[in-house]
């Protein structure tokens, strides 16, 4: 069974600094594109970043543009992704969740990826 571990999430003031972590447990495919979508009470899932299995193409979503950063780290057996977010706002508060697809390309809507974490909690005061 695959698992995705989130991990990096907490409570941060307006002009802030999070980086987010997410480990694959194992390989679930050969190579997979990996993205970081979230959630904020009463709205539903929504895109902010994703990444390629080589990590040469990445896209995000126009809110987080020039302040996040994704990146990925791809080991033996596990393979890690960061999300590096920067002068974080208050409209940023949500969980955050991590998801990898069965494709290795940037894919932008929850139903292309096969696998989630569990969400880690990002609150950002004003």
């Known amino acids: 069974q695959v698992q995705l571990v989130e991990s990096g999430g907490g409570l941060v003031q307006a002009g802030g600094s999070l980086r987010l972590s997410c480990e694959a447990s194992e390989r679930p495919f050969t190579k997979y594109g990996m993205a970081w979508f979230r959630q904020a009470p009463g709205k539903e899932r929504e895109f902010v970043a994703a990444i390629s299995w080589s990590g040469s193409s990445t896209d995000y979503a126009d809110s987080v543009k020039d302040r996040f950063t994704i990146s990925r780290v791809n080991a033996l057996i596990t393979v890690t992704v960061y999300l590096q977010m920067n002068s974080l706002k208050p409209e940023d508060t949500a969980v955050y969740y991590c998801?990898?697809?069965?494709?290795?390309?940037?894919?932008?809507?929850?139903?292309?990826?096969?696998?989630w974490g569990q969400g880690t909690q990002v609150t950002v005061s004003s």
């Open positions: 998801a990898a697809s069965s494709r290795s390309g940037v894919y932008y809507s929850p139903p292309e990826y096969n696998y």
